[in-house]
């Protein structure tokens, strides 16, 4: 029997007719939005889809003031002091590269961890060959937390920054980072924290995390469209120019901007992205991020505990109790590859997940999943309610019935 969980409370759109999945893949990116993000990137698109900032027309000084409206009730979101420090790029991987390579360079030495996505671990990588940075790898312990205290031990005279992400995308454990942020404030040291699957599920604030940098992405839990996030830089942070280009203002100048929001801002903003991330962000805060968390992890807990009683079923970094986590959860059914169950629950069952490395390479190293081409996550959204996840469990049962006593089936 499953533990009684309630229906999704927040269905308030029409799931499209043609989507008879079940959607699990929420840490890729949420699917559907919630109503009003397609409603009003489209209706601002059409009535002021001009250029923000560039011109002093009045549909122009309209759309400006939009994007600002989103800034502030983004750097709200974040906990920040001043909107025009929120800063708009094309996701976090294009956040965290300007944050990186703009933080990092030659002489410096920066503390990483085996939890990290490839946009974080490939930048320091790069910095890594490419300039000699020194760089520190901080592992995590079996119930896919990293020690705060071994990431501080590992500071140096020449640290430059922490580079870390806030909840795992592979295994969905939130990291304790205030006690890192808080050492690394002390000794004027960076955080750079990616918030890519924290943000829209559990609170981001910068200063009761001690980050420097928050980078975010709006398609997943802010429910926004693809292709707009951005980052806060908290005062003071100056990131070094990587790139540079139109404002939209004080052309004549040879270099770009160097003051915020124009110092981190390249070209035409993605005006109906923006519209789609207001709407979605304010959708979160209406819910409420308590709410949403609450849903989702009283759904994560039935999966876990649905998952965890079938033979022949491995559950990567699921350990009940620890600390703080998101409705993320990794497995492999014995003797098959993730990307066969994958197919399977798709083919069979009509369930959406995702297989794989899942962009974090280092995660399944030290799970071992890495020999087998890594594991089958479903990502939990606020739409998915209890039917979808008994589905998911009868399914998986199936498929690990199915393979019992079956050859072991690897790919090449
Ligand atoms: C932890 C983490 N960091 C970074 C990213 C990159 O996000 P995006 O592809 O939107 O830049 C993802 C996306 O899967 C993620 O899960």
Request: a negative charge; one cysteine or more; proline letters at 5%.
């Amino acid at each position: 029997m499953m533990a009684d969980v309630p229906e999704s409370p927040f269905l308030n759109l029409a799931i499209p007719p043609h989507v008879k999945m079940i959607y699990l893949d929420h840490g890729a990116t949420s699917f559907p939005k919630p109503q009003e993000v397609y409603e009003l990137m489209d209706t601002f698109y059409r009535r002021a889809g001009v250029n923000p900032g560039r011109s002093g027309f009045d549909l122009c000084l309209e759309a400006g003031s939009f994007v600002d409206e989103t800034r502030r009730l983004l750097c709200a979101f974040f906990g920040g002091t001043d909107p025009n420090r929120l800063v708009f790029g094309h996701n976090s991987t294009d956040a965290l590269n300007l944050a990186i390579f703009g933080l990092i360079g030659k002489g410096d030495h920066v503390v990483t961890t085996h939890l990290e996505h490839n946009s974080c671990l490939r930048p320091i990588r790069t910095l890594q060959e490419d300039e000699g940075v020194e760089v520190d790898w901080v592992d995590f312990d079996d119930a896919g937390y990293v020690d705060p205290g071994e990431v501080v031990h590992r500071f140096k005279k020449n640290t430059r920054a922490v580079v870390m992400n806030h909840a795992s995308n592979v295994i969905g454990t939130v990291q304790d980072v205030a006690p890192i942020g808080n050492a690394c404030r002390e000794r004027g040291i960076h955080l750079v924290l990616d918030a890519s699957q924290s943000a829209g599920v559990v609170p981001v604030k910068m200063d009761d995390l001690g980050a420097d940098v928050v980078c975010f992405t709006g398609h997943k839990s802010l429910m926004g469209p693809m292709g707009v996030g951005g980052m806060y830089v908290r005062e003071g942070v100056e990131i070094r120019q990587t790139r540079a280009g139109g404002t939209g203002v004080e052309s004549a100048r040879r270099r770009h901007l160097e003051r915020y929001p124009y110092r981190m801002e390249y070209g035409t903003p993605n005006l109906p992205g923006i519209a789609g991330l207001n709407a979605g962000v304010k959708w979160v805060n209406r819910l409420g991020l308590g709410a949403i968390h609450a849903h989702e992890m009283a759904l994560w807990k039935t999966l876990r505990d649905g998952l965890s009683a079938i033979e022949g079923v491995t559950l990567h970094g699921q350990e009940p109790g620890g600390g703080e986590r998101i409705g993320v959860l990794s497995f492999n059914v014995d003797g098959l590859e993730a990307m066969d169950t994958g197919t399977m629950l798709d083919v069979d069952s009509n369930i959406a997940c995702r297989t794989g490395l899942h962009c974090a390479p280092m995660v399944h190293r030290h799970l071992g999943t890495d020999e087998i081409h890594g594991s089958v996550r479903f990502g939990i959204g606020p739409f998915n309610d209890r039917e979808h996840i008994e589905k998911a469990v009868s399914a998986v049962a199936e498929i690990a019935a199915s393979r019992r006593g079956g050859p072991v089936c690897t790919r090449v």
